[in-house]
Nanobody, 117 residues
Framework: QVQLQESGPGLVKPSQTLSLTCTVS??????????SSWIRQPPGKGLEWIGT???????YYNQALKSRTSVSRDTYKNQIILQLGPVTPEDSAVYYC?????????WGQGTQVTVSS
């Protein structure tokens, strides 16, 4: 059974950098053709794609967030890492990680991040 678990601070101050980790169990992100993504949902809004790291290691970013975003992975720890900063209150959202390929699609349960002083 594949499980994804997001972790990180629930509260971040404006101008700081948000760092989230997604730990994957039951599947190896480094040995199959998986894509790994971060997505968020601000309160009252729809899902917003943040960025993806391909199985090759190449990253792809939402153009609107690209200058503030880094998506990386640690294949030894089987983790996907998001760094976003500097943050503003508009970055408050539920953040999800996703691992997928042509046949599988797995999501974490999401983690709430609030940006506030």
């Amino acid at each position: 059974q594949v499980q994804l678990q997001e972790s990180g601070p629930g509260l971040v101050k404006p101008s700081q950098t948000l760092s989230l980790t997604c730990t994957v169990s039951g599947a190896s992100i480094g040995t199959k053709s998986y894509y790994s993504s971060w997505i968020r949902q601000p309160p009252g809004k729809g899902l917003e794609w943040i960025g993806t790291i391909a199985y090759s290691g190449a990253p792809y970013y939402n153009q609107a967030l690209k200058s503030r975003t880094s998506v990386s992975r640690d294949t030894y720890k089987n983790q996907i890492i998001l760094q976003l900063g500097p943050v503003t209150p508009e970055d408050s959202a539920v953040y999800y990680c996703r691992v997928w390929d042509s046949g599988d699609d797995y999501w974490g349960q999401g983690t709430q991040v609030t940006v506030s002083s």
